[in-house]
């Protein structure tokens, strides 16, 4: 029941998603900070990257409330020297994510990679074998670039059906077992099933749901993280 709901609100959220801005803003913002301080001379920091959606781009969400703000204040909290740039962009796909890894690369040479993406990619049709294949090179990309990937996994609409339900979503387990990186299988485990989780178009997580996305993050981006030196 619960992966139900959430398929549906996927449904409706993915088209809400490409009308938003706040993501862009999100990025313009956080990325030249983080590249300052990844490239500066004082104390180079190693860089998390997340590329991702309107979930992770804080869709609907006041400045600086989504869970990727807050991973970047619990890193700070606990003392492990990371900086954070969000480079999630509402509507994205992983045909976008794919076309910008490598300017990201290059700019921030970063230590970790969260991707969060493939749920547009079921509203826009894209072939199942399409997604896979930008997900893969997303992630290729990453280690060739030396970046430990961290893969957020996502389920899409029944209205595809079952077959296509089951695959896609097994597709992040593939990739996963594929290049030996560390998966999420839901994002947003435990806010599916609860209506006040949710925005008022029941589509995006609240600001009081944001914890709960980190700490379904947390526990697999944890054990990649050192503290006071890069890869």
């Given at each position: 029941?619960?992966?139900?709901?959430?398929?549906?609100?996927?449904?409706?959220s993915?088209?809400?998603?490409?009308?938003?801005?706040?993501?862009?803003?999100?990025?313009?913002?956080?990325l030249?900070?983080?590249?300052?301080?990844?490239?500066?001379?004082?104390?180079?920091?190693p860089?998390i990257?997340?590329?991702?959606?309107?979930?992770?781009?804080?869709?609907?969400?006041?400045?600086?409330?989504?869970?990727?703000?807050?991973?970047?204040?619990?890193?700070?909290?606990?003392?492990?020297?990371?900086?954070?740039?969000?480079?999630?962009?509402?509507?994205?796909?992983?045909s976008?994510g794919?076309?910008?890894?490598?300017?990201?690369?290059?700019?921030?040479?970063?230590s970790?990679?969260?991707?969060e993406?493939?749920?547009?990619?079921?509203l826009r049709?894209v072939?199942?074998?399409?997604?896979?294949d930008?997900?893969?090179?997303?992630?290729?990309?990453?280690?060739?670039?030396?970046?430990?990937?961290?893969?957020?996994?996502?389920?899409?609409?029944?209205?595809y059906?079952p077959?296509?339900?089951?695959k896609?979503?097994?597709?992040?387990?593939?990739l996963?077992?594929?290049?030996?990186?560390?998966?999420?299988?839901?994002?947003?485990a435990?806010?599916?099933?609860?209506?006040?989780?949710?925005?008022?178009d029941?589509?995006h997580?609240?600001?009081?749901?944001?914890?709960?996305?980190?700490?379904?993050?947390w526990?697999?981006?944890?054990?990649l993280?050192?503290?006071?030196s890069?890869?």
């Amino acid at each position: 029941m619960v992966k139900r709901s959430l398929k549906v609100r996927l449904v409706s959220s993915g088209v809400a998603a490409l009308k938003a801005t706040l993501g862009a803003v999100v990025l313009a913002t956080t990325l030249p900070l983080a590249a300052h301080a990844a490239n500066s001379p004082e104390a180079p920091k190693p860089v998390i990257v997340v590329l991702g959606d309107s979930i992770s781009a804080e869709y609907g969400l006041p400045h600086d409330t989504g869970w990727v703000a807050l991973m970047r204040q619990r890193l700070a909290s606990e003392r492990i020297d990371y900086s954070v740039a969000n480079a999630s962009i509402s509507g994205d796909t992983t045909s976008g994510g794919r076309a910008r890894m490598p300017e990201l690369m290059q700019r921030l040479k970063p230590s970790i990679v969260i991707v969060e993406l493939g749920a547009n990619d079921a509203l826009r049709g894209v072939p199942l074998a399409t997604t896979q294949d930008n997900l893969r090179t997303i992630i290729e990309q990453a280690q060739q670039g030396h970046a430990k990937v961290v893969l957020v996994g996502m389920y899409v609409p029944p209205n595809y059906g079952p077959d296509y339900t089951q695959k896609f979503h097994g597709l992040y387990g593939e990739l996963a077992k594929e290049f030996q990186v560390p998966l999420v299988p839901f994002l947003l485990a435990g806010i599916a099933d609860k209506p006040d989780m949710f925005q008022a178009d029941q589509l995006h997580p609240t600001q009081q749901a944001q914890p709960v996305l980190l700490n379904n993050v947390w526990p697999t981006l944890k054990p990649l993280l050192h503290t006071g030196s890069s890869h």
